[in-house]
Each structure stands twice: as C-alpha cells, then as structure tokens.
C-alpha cells in the first residue's frame, strides 16, 4: 500500500488522500486502477484503488515487437522512439499519461491514435489481439488491467510531426485540467458548444471552463469536486437547451458525491 495524495497527483488537482494498492504481478484486480491521474476527476469519496508498481515500467524489443509495461510514463516512451529512430510515437509529445491509461482511453490527437500502432495488450487474461478490442475514439471494451502492450517497430521517428504536436498543445492550457473535458460529438467540436452557450470562463467557484480553450475545465486554485460536478452539469444542460446535442463526457468522474 501507498498512501496518494490526489489533491497533488492527479492533473486537475482535486481529490482526497488514500492507500492505494501496489500491484507487483499480472493478477486480477477488483480495485479501481489508478494511472498517471490525467484524466480523471475523483470525489472525496473514492472508490479502493490500484497502481502498477515500477516492475510494469520498461521497454524492450522481442522478436521484432516493442514490448511496453503499462506503467511506463509517455516522456519515457518518446524519449526511447527518439534515440531508436523508431516511428509512430510522435503523438506522445506533451500527451500526459502511463501507457495503460493512454491504451484505455485510446489517447491520442485528430487522427493519430495509439491504436493505430498497436499489436496486442497483456492483461490478467492473457494475451490480446488489437482486432479482438472494441475501439474508438477516446474509447475501449478493454476488460481487467493492462498490464503490457506491443507496438510495431517501423524506422523513422518524425521530428517535423513531433514539432506540429508540440505547438498544438502548447496552445493548450497551462492551468491544472483532465484534457479535454467533453467528447466532440460527430461533426462538431464541444469548444465550439460550449462557446456559443457562453461558457467560456465561465466559473463556480475556483473551477472554470477556460477562457483561452472553452473545453479545458479548469482549477484557479482551489477548486473542488462539486464546483466542477456542478459546471459540467450546467454546460451539458445549456448546451442541449441551445443545440440538443447531448455532450459525453471525456474525463472519467471517480467515485460519488455522498
Ligand atoms: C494538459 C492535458 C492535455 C491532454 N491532452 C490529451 C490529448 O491531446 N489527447 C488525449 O487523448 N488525452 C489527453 N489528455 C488526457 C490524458 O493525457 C489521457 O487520457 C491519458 O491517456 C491518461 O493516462 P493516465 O495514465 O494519466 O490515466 P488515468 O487518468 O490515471 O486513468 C484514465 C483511465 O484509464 C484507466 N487505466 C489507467 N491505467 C490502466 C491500466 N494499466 N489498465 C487498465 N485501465 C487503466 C483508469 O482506470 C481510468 O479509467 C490530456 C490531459 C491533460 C492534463
């Protein structure tokens, strides 16, 4: 166990301290599974987590595959597709995140995703192929753990494409967030809702949608999880007043309220 204090560790700021379970092998895990903290917003009353312990943080070539654990932070990931010209990891720059959240959530930017590299993930199951995965974007069936994943090895890494993800999110905010707050929905851009519904800057409390980026939920300081349980509830029910689209939420809510 280790206690984690999610007001510091998760990307958004926000949540209570609590022991969480290091797992040191591939078993099944009941425990909600914590990974760099970027994309959740977690209430004071969380559910029981887990954590890969370091033995999931490694990269290394197998017979002609990149293996990756799971708990290997993407700084980590990029610097090793850097050094070994290897492609397709560009999308990693400035993309906050463990492999196993990144794999989870399919991360990714427009259409670049990390699916679209991927051979296959290790969970407590065993092996399993990308084809036998349901995904899309910002989305999978995956069941239990990930625990390792393996990537195509293709020669190449991309420096002009890595420039274009470094200005891309450097247009981001700098604030404390979860990434995006809401999906895009088909053919539209949840910023763009959000906007035309006047919420951008639009605060309770210390929480706010961003003034520079409407879609970036955002702490000022001392935000909590009501004030942005309360907003995301307001943006979603203005935005269907105004254009009847039902917005989804990207960030992952952890835990309830009471
Ligand atoms: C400033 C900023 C910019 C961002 N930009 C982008 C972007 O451009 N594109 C994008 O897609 N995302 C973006 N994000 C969101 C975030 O970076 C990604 O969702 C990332 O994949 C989260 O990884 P994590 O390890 O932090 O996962 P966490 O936030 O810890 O967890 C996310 C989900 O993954 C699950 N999970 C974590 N590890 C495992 C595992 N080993 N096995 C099974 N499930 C697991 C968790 O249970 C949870 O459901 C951004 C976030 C921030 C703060």
Known sequence: MKLVDLSTYTSIKIGPSLHVQIIEEPLHVENFILGGGNNILVSPNPP???????????????KNLLHIGAATPSGKILSYAKKHD????ELM???PGTLGGMIKMNAGLKEWEIFNNLVAIKTEHGWCAKKDIKFGYRHTNIKGTIYEATFEIHKGFDTTLLEMFKLLRDNQPKL????SCFKNPPHNFAGKLLDESGLKGF???DMAFCETHANFLVNLGNG???????LINIAKKRVFEKSEIELELEIKIVGQLN
């Open 93 to 95: 720059q400035k993309l």
């Open 48 to 62: 029981k987590m887990a954590m890969l312990g370091r033995v999931f943080n490694f990269l290394h070539v197998k």
């Open 86 to 89: 290897i492609k397709n990891f």
């Open 224 to 230: 909590t999880f009501e004030e942005a349980m309360e």
């Open 176 to 179: 404390p967030s979860a990434g």
């Open 203 to 205: 605060k309770v409390g």
